[in-house]
């Protein structure tokens, strides 16, 4: 299957640091990304739809300035958690659809741990 | 009501038996149903696509019901390598919009 890689796979900072996680489509090009938060023994939850070329679609209740989403091209999108504090940290996965059946694959995820 | 849900769990079987995971959707022109296993700390990863007309996979058999609104997961034959969190995943009509359950978890007892 479709391969997307992130970076960094974890990563601990500060209280009010921004963090930048990048997301990689390796084989193949994604004009749609997602942007997904997981908290401890809870589900997925999509933040937002990240379009090449074009502003994000944020889910209700997302802050949009504080989880800024670029997607430059087709291969790479990034999630900018800025200010992080505490209540931040999760694990953040991203995802791109790909083959002809639309499936949806996932990148490895990205612990963040914010101090 | 949640848009996806699952059977709450957690699920202890015992090596070799067989246990079934339903879950029920609630919007009705959804097009795409999938299960994905998650194992802790880890990404989702897909484990079968869920067609009207029931597929299988090795130990693995799933089905859904339109009518009814719910897609069942089937695992024979259960081993230890099968616990995990499985999720019921679903997708609008244009294929784009995906809504997760908040995952079964199983575990597969020696």
């Known amino acids: 299957g479709a391969v997307v890689s992130q970076h960094p796979s974890w990563v601990i900072c500060k209280s009010g640091t921004s963090v930048k996680i990048e997301c990689r489509s390796l084989?193949?090009?994604?004009?749609?990304m997602f942007w997904y938060r997981q908290f401890p023994k809870q589900s997925l939850m999509l933040m937002a739809t990240?379009?090449?070329?074009?502003?994000?679609?944020?889910e209700q209740g997302v802050e949009k300035d504080k989880f800024l989403i670029n997607h430059a091209s087709l291969t790479l999108s990034t999630l900018t958690v800025t200010s992080a504090h505490p209540e931040d940290s999760s694990f953040y996965i991203c995802?791109?659809?790909?083959?002809?059946?639309?499936?949806?694959?996932f990148g490895p995820g990205t612990r963040l741990t914010v101090l | 009501r949640k848009e996806v849900e699952q059977d709450p769990g957690p699920f202890n079987v015992p090596e070799g038996a067989t246990v079934a995971f339903n879950c029920t959707y609630s919007?009705?022109?959804?097009?795409?149903f999938f299960w994905y296993r998650q194992d802790c700390r880890k990404e989702p990863k897909l484990l079968m696509s869920?067609?009207?007309s029931g597929n299988e996979d090795g130990r693995f058999t799933a089905q859904l019901n339109r009518a009814s609104q719910y897609i069942s997961l089937l695992i024979r034959d259960s081993k230890l390598s099968d616990s995990a969190t499985y999720l019921c995943?679903?997708?609008?009509?244009?294929?784009?919009?995906?809504?997760f359950g908040a995952g079964t978890r199983l575990f597969v007892k020696a």
């Open positions: 084989d193949f090009q994604a004009t749609t």
């Open positions: 995802s791109a659809i790909a083959g002809v059946y639309n499936e949806q694959f």
């Open positions: 869920v067609y009207s």
């Open positions: 990240s379009n090449e070329g074009s502003k994000a679609t944020y």
């Open positions: 919007n009705s022109a959804s097009q795409s």
């Open positions: 995943v679903v997708k609008s009509t244009g294929g784009f919009k995906t809504i």
